[in-house]
């Protein structure tokens, strides 16, 4: 598929076209829903109300280049704070920082992700799941939700990951 090619699809897409794939339209129902989960709960996580047909959702951090996200991958889900500053440098420094204290206070076993040669670093929590699982909905919004609720508490009881703490 040609660039060109792939930015018409991901409009089409995003105006609901009826050419649209099953999938895509599976992930904005299923993002959507977790989207009023996070609005009902008043977690204040981010103001999208409206899930898009793509296998993540972005959950703004609150200080630059450093976001949290929830992802339908390959292998499963992912709940994971992002580092993705232009310097490398600094999101080594955010990435190690956070590595030496988190998983103790986070209470269980997360992937540290250094994406070398990238352009950011992560760090992420996964579990089995497929999107096309539709009666596993529900067990998922809770479990991205638990699994963000666990990583910001724990990422601000380690302390801060930038010039400024990320709740």
């Known amino acids: ?21 099953d999938r895509a339209m599976a992930y904005q129902a299923f993002w959507t829903k977790f989207l009023e989960a996070v609005h009902d709960r008043k977690l204040g ?3 999208s109300s409206k899930g898009l047909p793509q296998n993540w959702q972005s959950l703004p951090a609150g200080i630059g280049a450093v976001s949290y996200a ?3 991958g ?4 992912s709940s994971e704070i992002f580092f993705q500053h232009p310097d490398p440098a600094v999101n080594e420094a955010r990435f190690n920082a956070a590595r030496a204290k988190l998983e103790p206070i986070f209470g269980d076993a997360l992937s540290y992700e250094p994406l070398t040669g990238k352009k ?5 929590e996964y579990r089995n799941g497929d999107i096309a699982n539709s009666d596993q909905w529900a067990d998922y919004v809770e479990w991205f939700i638990d699994a963000q609720t666990r990583l910001r508490t724990a990422i601000a009881q380690v302390g801060s990951p930038g010039p400024r703490s990320v709740p």
Do not use: E, H, Y
């Not at 950011?120 to 992420?124: L, N, P």
């Open 1 to 21: 598929m040609q660039p060109n090619d792939w930015g018409k699809k991901v409009k089409a897409i995003a105006k609901g076209d009826a050419a649209a794939s």
């Open 45 to 47: 996580w981010t103001t």
């Open 70 to 72: 929830c992802t339908f």
């Open 74 to 77: 390959r292998s499963g889900l």
């Open 120 to 124: 950011g670093c992560r760090i992420a």
